[in-house]
């Protein structure tokens, strides 16, 4: 029997939830406090989702998306978390791999909300810029102006040259990482 | 390893740990949403009346009187009114965000308390109960904070107060004092016992959601047959409407005949969708509308055959209601109308509203009637009452009435 209840449908997806945020803002806080709000947001939509015959993890991933951007002022506000910053030119030794990822990490961390957010729908969700631009209220120009830029930063902080890749077509990027 | 395999390693990792405490995350979110949907209701009243001020006029303040003359729609905008209810943010006592009357002089009310322009910021709840039909209230001594919960009224006696994630309250003398109930979720029942009222609550006990019965000892009971994702209707929350029970699932409207042993399927077409309807009337002839989103029309529905088909009611001709100018604080905020209302007064029948003249339903000929209703520049029907709000700015006030005629304005201590 399908548990179709707002209590359900959060026991179901509630560990995709917190991939996303955490994807989103690369701290544990505030990925708390981002799929609080999307639920909370979500329980007040959760008749209408399903008046509607709507998806109810693509809504939920749509106000976390929207949440996400939108909280961004406030969240510049306060007090950073804990970051880690790695410099990359003292920083790459054998260890290169590792050093990579704290050093995409603290790059991530550098990115504007929208960048990020970008760059976790192409590569978390594996959506097509259309999608994208839906989820993010901007056009498929801006989500494409916005990734590479981002990917721009981010090989710029890994020490990563030559010419720029081929950017990421949205859709075609191997198996699809669903909500839940 | 290239960007590429390092942003996806990086996303699909994920935080550390398992999701933990995840009903505590629900109960939480359906908290917040309650207190912000009641926050956000007295937001928009507070709008309208910011937008509306000056169209009713100036009334007398007394007691208990009828005003016999039904407002101009055509009137101008008194802009320097609007600006001082803006400031004010509130009316008198508070703003009326829910309530229940259970009869013609029993009911409760919950006001909301603001003391910012924000909402989301310092408001706080109060229950006031009535046995005079709103002639005087009394302050239940629940809920000091913006915690929403809601209220189950047995009887002028008999009260629950369930807050959703902590243990229900209990009261056994019309809300004068009320005790914690610790152990009260009790199995299962088949039909609603008479006596208890149809509810949908969190067990504290368990967190899991409950649509059955609840008793006035506030014990809950898990109903057998019910429908997979029932939910309660809009109003009445907890009580039969001319002997059926409804339920909504999804949005599909659900009836039964037989105190919840059965339901059957209850056709309201795909204009509107079960879980926004308020139902009311009697078994003779049912009436429906919905809950919209601000600047939506809502449906006005009847049933003559206990709710197995619906035919739409077109609204009477209405004036122009200034529709409040802010749009929605967030994109999804369920609450809130185009001025337009129904509701039913038992006894007297089924009025509707475009927001400033009144009109009442002739049974026999289906035909709606103009008919002379207290001034307002907002009307917020409340189970079995009507509220009028804002009806003098000078002296911004709520009034009550359970007749349509008698009115009160609302005093809480």
């Known amino acids: 029997m399908v548990d179709d209840s707002f209590d359900g449908f959060v026991r179901a997806h509630i560990a995709a939830l917190d991939r996303y945020a955490h994807a989103l803002t ?18 007040g939509a959760w008749r209408r ?44 030794d054998d260890y290169g791999t590792v050093d990579a990822r704290l050093t995409l990490r603290a790059s991530l961390g550098r990115l504007s909300r929208l960048q990020r957010a970008v760059l976790v729908a192409t590569y978390l969700a594996d959506l097509p810029d259309e999608e994208i631009a839906a989820l993010i209220g901007r056009s498929e120009a801006t ?26 077509k949205g859709g075609s990027r191997g198996p699809r990482l669903p909500v839940a | 390893m290239d960007l590429d395999s390092l942003l996806r390693e990086e996303f699909t990792a994920g935080p550390a740990e398992p999701p933990t405490l995840v009903d505590e995350r629900i109960a939480a979110a359906r908290r917040t949403r309650r207190r912000r949907d009641l926050a956000t209701r007295a937001a928009l009243v507070a709008a309208v009346l910011a937008a509306t001020a000056g169209v009713a006029g100036i009334v007398d303040i007394g007691t208990r009187h009828t005003v016999p003359a039904v407002p101009s729609p055509s009137a101008p905008l008194d802009r320097a009114a609007a600006m001082r209810l803006a400031e004010e943010t509130q009316l008198g006592p508070g703003q009326p965000v829910d309530g229940q009357f259970i009869d013609a002089r029993h009911g409760w009310i919950a006001l909301l308390r603001c003391t910012t322009p924000d909402p989301d910021q310092h408001c706080a709840l109060t229950y006031a109960i009535t046995d005079n039909a709103g002639a005087t209230f009394r302050k239940l001594p629940i809920s000091p904070s913006a915690t929403a919960g809601e209220i189950y009224m047995f009887d002028p006696d008999h009260l629950v107060f369930d807050r959703w994630t902590e243990p229900r309250l209990v009261s056994d003398n019309g809300g004068r004092t009320w005790r914690e109930v610790t152990d009260t979720s009790s199995g299962t029942v088949d039909t609603v016992p008479a006596g208890d009222l149809l509810a949908e609550v969190v067990d504290p006990a368990t967190e899991d959601g409950i649509f059955g019965a609840m008793g006035p000892d506030g014990t809950l009971r898990r109903l057998t047959n019910a429908p997979v994702g029932a939910m309660p209707l809009s109003e009445p929350r907890d009580r039969p409407v001319g002997g059926i029970y409804f339920a909504a699932v999804g949005a599909r409207l659900m009836a039964s005949d037989d105190a919840g042993a059965t339901w059957r399927s209850a056709d309201v077409g795909t204009a509107v969708s079960a879980s926004d309807l308020s139902v009311f009337g009697d078994a003779a002839r049912l009436y429906a509308t919905n809950e919209t989103a601000v600047g939506d029309v809502p449906t006005l529905l009847t049933s003559t055959d206990r709710g197995a088909t619906w035919t739409v009611l077109p609204w009477p001709a209405t004036g122009a209601f200034p529709v409040p100018a802010q749009p929605p604080r967030t994109m999804d905020i369920f609450a809130g109308y185009d001025g337009r209302s129904a509701t039913y007064l038992p006894g007297s029948g089924l009025y509707a509203s475009d927001g400033l003249a009144w009109w009442r339903l002739e049974p026999a000929t289906s035909q709606f009637t103009p008919v002379a209703m207290r001034p307002s520049v907002i009307w917020q029907p409340i189970g079995g009452a009507l509220v009028s709000l804002g009806t003098d700015p000078r002296h911004p006030s709520a009034w009550i009435s359970v007749d349509g005629t008698h009115w009160n304005p609302i005093h809480v201590p």
């Open chain 1, 26 to 43: 690369g701290d544990r806080h505030r990925a708390d406090d981002l799929v609080q709000e999307t639920l909370v947001r979500l329980a």
């Open chain 1, 49 to 92: 989702v399903h008046r509607d015959a709507g998806d109810p993890a693509a809504y939920a991933r749509t106000i976390m998306f929207r949440t996400h951007v939108s909280l961004w002022r406030r969240w510049s506000r306060r007090p950073d978390a804990t970051s880690l910053t790695v410099d990359p030119s003292t920083s790459r």
């Open chain 1, 143 to 168: 989500v494409r102006s916005l990734r590479h830029r981002g990917l721009k930063a981010l090989r710029a902080d890994l020490g990563i040259t030559g010419p720029d890749p081929i950017e990421p």
